[in-house]
Nanobody, 124 residues
Framework: QLQLVESGGGLVRPGGSLRLSCVVS????????MGWFRQAPGKEREGLAS????????NYADSVQGRFTIARDNAKNAVYLQMNNLKPEDTAVYYC?????????????????WGQGTQVTVAS
């Protein structure tokens, strides 16, 4: 059974950091580009970061460039999102997603499989 399971969300103060993890099972991670997305209440799903299947290419949305870092460990079937200098506007449910092939952009329609999401709340 194919699964993507996110973890690491929570409540953090502005300026703080969180590291999200996404562990996958049921498919071969090295065959997929991976992405992180978020969706806040009343807003569209936003692509944040993507990483090619070999980890050699990354892509970031302007809203998180320089603050968030995507990484992957194919041997551990895991993808990560390091989030620094968090802001209240980063509050959302965060999702990881898989797109078959070497690389992918940040459009949600390009992704085949999705996790259930993890809540990130940035507040003082």
């Amino acid at each position: 059974q194919l699964q993507l399971v996110e973890s690491g969300g929570g409540l953090v103060r502005p300026g703080g950091s969180l590291r999200l993890s996404c562990v996958v099972s049921g498919f071969t991670l090295k065959d997929y580009a991976m992405g992180w997305f978020r969706q806040a209440p009343g807003k569209e799903r936003e692509g944040l970061a993507s990483i090619s299947s070999d980890g050699g290419t990354t892509n970031y949305a302007d809203s998180v460039q320089g603050r968030f870092t995507i990484a992957r460990d194919n041997a551990k079937n895991a993808v990560y999102l390091q989030m620094n200098n968090l802001k209240p506007e980063d509050t959302a449910v965060y999702y990881c997603a898989a797109s078959y092939g070497w690389t992918s952009n940040l459009g949600f329609w390009e992704y085949d499989y999705w996790g259930q999401g993890t809540q990130v709340t940035v507040a003082s």
